[in-house]
Nanobody
Framework: QVQLVESGGGLVQAGGSLRLSCAASGSIISLFFMGWYRQAPGKQRELVASITSSGSTNYADSVKGRFTISRENAKNTLYLQMNSLKPEDTAVYYC????????WGQGTQVTVSS
């Protein structure tokens, strides 16, 4: 059973930084495609950043140059470093692992004040 637990969200002023963590159990994250998604009120969930099993990364245009996705294999943990945060980054952020089906964490709230 795959379990994903996010942490690191919170309230930050515009221009600030946060680092989200996603601790995984039941699966070795380096073997699978993983991503960070976010969902703002009234909007669809969108892919923010992803990393493949080979380590290739991809980012939504809205976060390129500001967010960095990474993983620490020894801790089986996925990270999202978010810098230069903007109010429009406010959303619930979800960790995702795809292994035949999608697995999701419970989400962590990120609020950026102007």
């Amino acid at each position: 059973q795959v379990q994903l637990v996010e942490s690191g969200g919170g309230l930050v002023q515009a221009g600030g930084s946060l680092r989200l963590s996603c601790a995984a159990s039941g699966s070795i994250i380096s073997l699978f495609f993983m991503g960070w998604y976010r969902q703002a009120p009234g909007k669809q969930r969108e892919l923010v950043a992803s990393i493949t099993s080979s380590g290739s990364t991809n980012y939504a245009d809205s976060v390129k140059g500001r967010f960095t996705i990474s993983r620490e294999n020894a801790k089986n943990t996925l990270y999202l470093q978010m810098n230069s945060l903007k109010p429009e980054d406010t959303a619930v952020y979800y960790c995702n692992l795809f292994r035949r089906v999608n697995y999701w964490g419970q989400g962590t709230q990120v609020t950026v004040s102007s």
